[in-house]
C-alpha cells in the first residue's frame, strides 16, 4: 500500500493509505498546505473491495465507517471524517462553524447555518483574490484572538457549480458521479492560502431570500456574538472565559447580515465593507 506523508490539520493529524498510488497523491494534493513532518497519529486505510465497478472500504485507525462505497463518496467520507476529528481534537482554540477569508491580515468571518452558502462564498471571494482561511472551522486562539488556518479543501454543492463553472476540479476520483466539488486552495491561486495571525474586521450573517437584491444590512456585536456563539463547534467544553474570546471576535469587527442572490456583486459589495472596516 501507498502512504501519504503526514498531514496536520489543526490538532488533528493523519495520514492515509490506499493501493491505488494516485488516489493518495490526489487526496494529498487536497491537504497540501497541511503537509507537517513526523509521524501521523491517526490512519485512514481506503481498501479496494471485490465488486465492480470499483468500490472500496474506508477504515478509521482500523475501525470501518463506510463499505463498498464509490472512489468518490469515500474520499467526500474521509473528508468529513477529518472535519470531525479536528472538532474533537483541537482543544486550544475557540472553533466556530464558519468560513473565513482574508487580506492584508484582515479576515472576514463568514457564519450562517448549514446550507447557506459559506463555501460558496468564501470560494468565491479567494477567486477575486483574498487569501483562503477555511469553508468549516474557524480556530480562534482564544487569548490573542488571531485566526489560524484549516485548509482543507474547499467542498462546493450542486448547487453551487452553476455559479462558479470554471472552480470545477480538473482532477477527481472516478467512479459514481462526486457528491460534491472538492477544491485544493492552491488549484484557485497558487498563493490562495491565507497565513496565521490574522484579525477578524468583518462579521458577516449569511441570508438567502430568493428574488430579493443581494445587500449587506448592519446588526449590533450582541447580535453578531450571539450567533457565532451558537455556530460554535467547542463553546461549551471550552473554559469560562470563552464568551469573552468570541466578544473579542467581533469588538474589532463591523457585523453585518448578507443577503446573496448574485455572487458577484455579493464579492464586490464584501471587498467595499472589508475596506470600509480597515480604513474609515
Known amino acids: 500500500m501507498t502512504e501519504s506523508p503526514r498531514l496536520a490539520c489543526l490538532g488533528f493529524d493523519w495520514s492515509v493509505r490506499a493501493d491505488d498510488t494516485a488516489l493518495v497523491r490526489y487526496i494529498t494534493s487536497l491537504y497540501e498546505p497541511c503537509l507537517a513532518p513526523g509521524r501521523a497519529n491517526h490512519t485512514f486505510v481506503l481498501a479496494s473491495a471485490t465488486e465492480a465497478p470499483p468500490r472500496l472500504h474506508l477504515t478509521r485507525d482500523g475501525c470501518r465507517v463506510l463499505s463498498s462505497a464509490s472512489p468518490s ?44 452558502g459559506k463555501s460558496t462564498m468564501v470560494a468565491a471571494l479567494v477567486r477575486a483574490g483574498f487569501r483562503y482561511l477555511t469553508d468549516e472551522t474557524v480556530a480562534v486562539d482564544p487569548v490573542s484572538t488571531t485566526i489560524e ?9 450542486p448547487g453551487s457549480w452553476p455559479l462558479l463553472p470554471d472552480l470545477r476540479p480538473e482532477v477527481a476520483p472516478t467512479g459514481d458521479a462526486a457528491p460534491e466539488w472538492l477544491l485544493a486552495p492552491r488549484s484557485i491561486r497558487a498563493d490562495a492560502v491565507a497565513p496565521a495571525g ?9 441570508s438567502r431570500r430568493p428574488g430579493a437584491p443581494t445587500t449587506a444590512h448592519p446588526i449590533t456585536r450582541a447580535e453578531a456574538v450571539v450567533a457565532l456563539a451558537e455556530q460554535s463547534f467547542n463553546f461549551q467544553s471550552l473554559p469560562r472565559g470563552t464568551l469573552d474570546a468570541v466578544a473579542a471576535v467581533v469588538r474589532g469587527s463591523r457585523c453585518f447580515r448578507l443577503d446573496v442572490n448574485e455572487l458577484d456583486i455579493a464579492c464586490r459589495l464584501v471587498t467595499d465593507l472589508l475596506e470600509s472596516a480597515t480604513h474609515p
Open 73 to 116: 463518496l469515500a474520499v467526500a467520507q474521509l473528508v468529513w471524517e477529518v472535519n470531525r476529528g479536528v472538532v474533537e481534537e483541537t482543544t486550544n482554540r475557540l472553533l466556530l462553524h464558519a468560513a473565513a477569508a482574508e487580506q492584508d491580515g484582515a479576515v472576514v468571518v463568514i457564519a450562517g447555518p448549514r446550507g447557506s
Open 149 to 157: 488556518p484549516c485548509a482543507k479543501p474547499i467542498a462546493l454543492g
Open 198 to 206: 490574522g484579525i477578524a474586521a468583518l462579521v458577516l450573517l449569511l
